[in-house]
């Protein structure tokens, strides 16, 4: 069993940063790919950003290349979010999750199905 706790959300103006955390406990960390997802009130849960298990590979989605950075910190058993240049449509609340199949290892999912563990998921708003 894995336990995936966000941290990090909250309510910031267009423009603005957050930094998202979800720290993992139980199953060892460091063999997981990790994922970001979002869900929008009335709309499907979205892929955002994923990670292999070294770092050394990531996806994005279209929308938030080059405002949103994925990282991870295998020693502290994080994986972090940093969001820049916040949009009004970037407001959902975001999940963590974490992908153990060995295939995910190397090329981090982007699909829901390809994960097997998620958090509570943390809430992020961002005013007009």
């Known amino acids: 069993q894995v336990q995936l706790v966000e941290s990090g959300g909250g309510l910031v103006q267009a423009g603005g940063s957050l930094r998202l955390s979800c720290a993992a406990s139980g199953r060892a960390f460091s063999s997981a790919a990790m994922g970001w997802f979002r869900q929008a009130p009335g709309k499907e849960r979205e892929f955002v950003a994923a990670?292999?298990?070294?770092?050394?590979?990531?996806y994005y989605a279209d929308s938030v290349v080059g405002r949103f950075t994925i990282s991870r910190d295998n020693a502290k058993n994080t994986v972090y979010l940093q969001m820049n240049s916040l949009k009004p449509e970037d407001t959902a609340v975001y999940y963590c999750?974490?992908?153990?199949?060995?295939?995910?290892?190397?090329?981090?999912?982007?699909?829901?199905?390809?994960?097997?563990?998620w958090g509570q998921g943390t809430q992020v708003t961002v005013s007009s």
């Open positions: 999750a974490a992908a153990f199949s060995p295939g995910a290892r190397w090329s981090p999912p982007i699909l829901r199905s390809g994960y097997d563990y």
């Open positions: 990670i292999s298990w070294s770092g050394g590979r990531t």
